[in-house]
């Protein structure tokens, strides 16, 4: 579930050239040069999923907050016998974001958080952002 963008692909002895292409092209819209990490926490402000991070085996699309992917009247799809009877309206529980507001407060990890304070569960990706 990505945004509209594009892949470029080049061999290694154009990759600099490329780049200094691309730098100097963007200069009048704003372009800035962004780290690997940009995506992640980018992602995560949108509420973009992350595949083994965010969402694994263990959730179903309903729980992952995927469930607009699913096209049920699909004649086959792998998984489709795994979701008959799964639905938004009957999960149980849903991947939820979780702002901290104050800056003292630091998440980090796989730590468990406690969900109506009886049944811990798992957290997911973190990001720290001022």
Known sequence: ???LG??????ADLGARLRDTLWEAGQELGVIAAGRS????LRLEKGYRSWGDDV???HNPYEAGLGFA?????????????????SDETVTRRLT???VQNQQSVVMGH????????RPSPRASDIFRR
């Open 1 to 3: 579930m990505g945004e």
């Open 6 to 11: 594009w892949e470029i692909y080049t061999t």
């Open 38 to 41: 940009a995506f992640n926490s």
């Open 56 to 58: 694994t085996t263990e």
């Open 70 to 86: 699913v096209r049920r009247n699909k004649e086959h799809f792998t998984g489709k016998s795994a979701l008959e009877g799964i």
């Open 97 to 99: 974001p979780l702002a």
């Open 111 to 118: 730590h468990r958080l406690p969900h109506r304070p009886v």
